[in-house]
Antibody, heavy 120, light 108 residues
Framework: EVQLVESGGGFVHPGGSLRLSCAAS????????MHWVRQAPGKGLEWVSY????????YYADSVKGRFTISRDNAKSSLSLQMNSLRAEDTAVYYC?????????????WGQGTLVTVSS | EIVLTQSPATLSLSPGERATLSCRAS??????LAWYQQKPGQAPRLLIY???DRATGIPARFSGSGSGTDFTLTISSLEPEDFAVYYC??????????FGGGTKVEIK
């Protein structure tokens, strides 16, 4: 079964840091591009970041550029999101998502999500 | 950045009725549009990609149409499990990948 499991969410004060992880199983992780997508409480979906298969091509939403860093470890089938200088507006459920197939940036499947709460 | 506008915000229908959801792009996205379904407390699920192709395991009552700037998701006959929020997403011109604001299909 194809599965993505996020971890690392929690409560953090403004200006703090968190590192999210996404463990992949049931497919060849090293053959798929990956993304992070977030959803603020009661709000819609917002794309956050993309990483290519090799990790050499990376994109960020303007709202997180310079503060978040995406990375992957193909040997461990793992995706990460290092989040620094967190703000209240970063409060959201963060999902990792696989592309449906290489080069096609439709998200399938998604993880169950991990909640990040930034508050003083 | 391509802006996707979904309408209506809320659609109130009864089981068995036909649902028609709209997604309009601020500029052409060709056929590079997808639809997702999200139920409370769950991750989104891919329904339709490339405007009209059903994802694996998606029932035939879900269909997508359109190209350019105007797209439609149709649910031919609503089942109880179809009441949810639906989002469109484009991948034509990115980054960023963008989503519409969502349409909630609720029980009338």
């Amino acid at each position: 079964e194809v599965q993505l499991v996020e971890s690392g969410g929690g409560f953090v004060h403004p200006g703090g840091s968190l590192r999210l992880s996404c463990a992949a199983s049931g497919f060849t992780f090293s053959s798929y591009e990956m993304h992070w997508v977030r959803q603020a409480p009661g709000k819609g979906l917002e794309w956050v970041s993309y990483i290519s298969i090799s990790g050499t091509t990376i994109y960020y939403a303007d709202s997180v550029k310079g503060r978040f860093t995406i990375s992957r470890d193909n040997a461990k089938s793992s995706l990460s999101l290092q989040m620094n200088s967190l703000r209240a507006e970063d409060t959201a459920v963060y999902y990792c998502a696989r592309v449906i197939w290489s080069g096609h940036n439709w998200f399938d499947p998604w993880g169950q999500g991990t909640l990040v709460t930034v508050s003083s | 950045e391509i802006v996707l506008t979904q309408s209506p915000a809320t659609l109130s229908l009864s089981p068995g009725e036909r649902a028609t959801l709209s997604c309009r792009a601020s500029q052409s996205v060709n056929s590079y549009l997808a639809w997702y379904q999200q139920k409370p407390g769950q991750a989104p699920r891919l329904l339709i990609y490339d405007a009209s192709d059903r994802a694996t395991g998606i029932p035939a009552r879900f269909s997508g149409s359109g190209s350019g700037t105007d797209f439609t998701l149709t649910i031919s006959s609503l089942e109880p499990e179809d009441f949810a929020v639906y989002y469109c997403q484009q991948r034509s011109n990115w980054p960023p990948l963008t989503f519409g604001g969502g349409t909630k299909v609720e029980i009338k």
